[in-house]
């Protein structure tokens, strides 16, 4: 009899402490998600109810005309495609650079393959503010302010380091007798990385991807020094931008900044199980 009221009340415990543990994800979940409600509800609202005593709750009245104000008068949409097409050229010209590099340097034998790696890794030592001067000289030298360029390179630049970090780790684990066998049956090296490498490299490829998507569509820094052009502004800086001098209408400016979340949502929401995988891969074979 004792054994079984101790079983009863261990498996009372038990589902206590499995409510409890609900409980504490679901409060979790909400801290977390809250922030983006708040910043749909701030996007429907108009100054008055903003600094008006309603900054928490829900609109008197939803001021959808500020998402229309943001993607006209504000010019958020042609901001929203400058993102985008930066966001993507860094993306693909990162990620070639890096899957041919690293291969290069894991898989070719030369003599000085460690020496360039060490390099390469020294870069993720450098800090992005440090850079700041030494290449708004050298873009302006060459007359590349105010173009996609001014931007891709240097984001390129810092986005190799950390992609050659996480793929070679991963190559490392790829048996060379994969290679050898394709070897023997008459394939060639480029062959070789294109149908036997490329494939088993794609996880980390979208480590890569995710970690670069999330440094460039966010980057305020470079962007706000190297653009003037309206032409040319990337969503971080026209937003910015969206605030006047004397007088501000925070809605649009909401509204401006959902437009700017809804990619990186969109991406975890279709793409949760990549990254969670994405993030396992670069973390433990990285």
Not at 25 to 48: G, R
Not at 102 to 119: F, G, P, Q
Not at 159 to 168: V, W, Y
Not at 260 to 280: F, H, M, N
Request: overall charge positive; glycine content about 6%; aromatic content about 14%.
């Amino acid at each position: 009899m004792d054994n079984v009221a101790n079983k009863k009340n261990k498996s009372g415990v038990k589902k206590i402490g499995f409510y409890l543990l609900e409980a504490m994800l679901a409060i979790w979940a909400i801290i977390q998600v809250y922030p983006l409600f708040w910043l749909f509800l701030f996007s429907v609202k108009n100054n008055t109810e903003i600094f008006g005593g309603n900054i928490l709750g829900f609109p008197r009245i939803w001021q959808w005309s500020n998402y229309s104000e943001a993607l006209s008068s504000g010019n958020v949409g042609r901001y929203f495609i400058n993102s985008s097409i930066v966001t993507i050229l860094t993306i693909v010209i990162s990620s070639i650079l890096v899957a041919t590099s690293a291969y290069a340097i894991v898989r070719m034998k030369w003599k000085y393959s460690k020496l360039v790696l060490t390099i390469f890794l020294m870069g993720m030592m450098v800090p992005i503010h440090a850079t700041l001067l030494p290449l708004f000289i050298i873009l302006k030298d060459l007359n590349l302010l105010n173009t996609y360029a001014s931007l891709v390179i240097p984001y390129v630049a810092f986005a190799i380091p950390m992609g050659i970090f996480i793929l070679t780790g991963f190559l490392y684990t790829i048996p060379k007798e994969l290679e050898e066998s394709a070897f023997l049956d008459g394939c060639s090296i480029y062959k070789s990385f294109y149908y036997i490498i490329l494939p088993l490299i794609r996880p980390a490829l979208a480590t890569i991807a995710i970690f670069t998507y999330l440094s460039t569509w966010n980057e305020l820094m470079f962007a706000n020094t190297f653009i003037n052009s309206d032409a040319i502004k990337t969503l971080t800086v026209g937003i910015m931008s969206l605030s006047g001098q004397y007088q501000t209408e925070w809605g649009p400016i909401g509204a401006g900044l959902v437009i700017a979340t809804i990619p990186t949502i969109l991406i975890y929401v279709l793409l949760s199980e990549q990254v969670q995988k994405s993030l396992v891969v670069g973390a433990v074979k990285g």
